[in-house]
């Protein structure tokens, strides 16, 4: 766990609030209404990692990522969002930044789709391929 502010930085998925995370992916993100509570919640427990943002005082959850992996050399990060009044804080670049630079994967290949987000993710190395959606950071090796 890591502090960043008044927030936690945490990737326990037991800590993880399955209906902040259903709320957010079923009726805010554009990439992922087609989903079931029922595919969000499989998606959540099989993760190779999770990340969530909480505030420290009370422990709500307003942020969260994941990612799938094959848990040596690539990863795909996933399902990366703040709730509407946690941002401005720099929790976004935060919990990117816990996922990919401070965990186990810090050394792989990162991959990612996004419509929209791709100043984010370039401040972390990544870069766009084919359709401009798609977004790589190299792996060290």
Known sequence: MRTVGAYELD????RVDL???WEFLSAEAYWSRWRTREHVEQQVR???RVVGAYESASGRQVGFARAFSDGVAMAYLSDVFIVADARGAGL????????????PGANFRWMLHTSDAHELYRKFGFAEHADGRYLEREGVH
């Not at 990737?11 to 037991?14: K, P, S, Y």
């Open 11 to 14: 990737d326990d998925v037991a």
């Open 92 to 103: 976004g670049k935060e919990i990117v930044r816990e996922m990919i630079d401070h965990g």
């Open 46 to 48: 099989t993760a190779w």
């Open 19 to 21: 209906d902040v995370v």
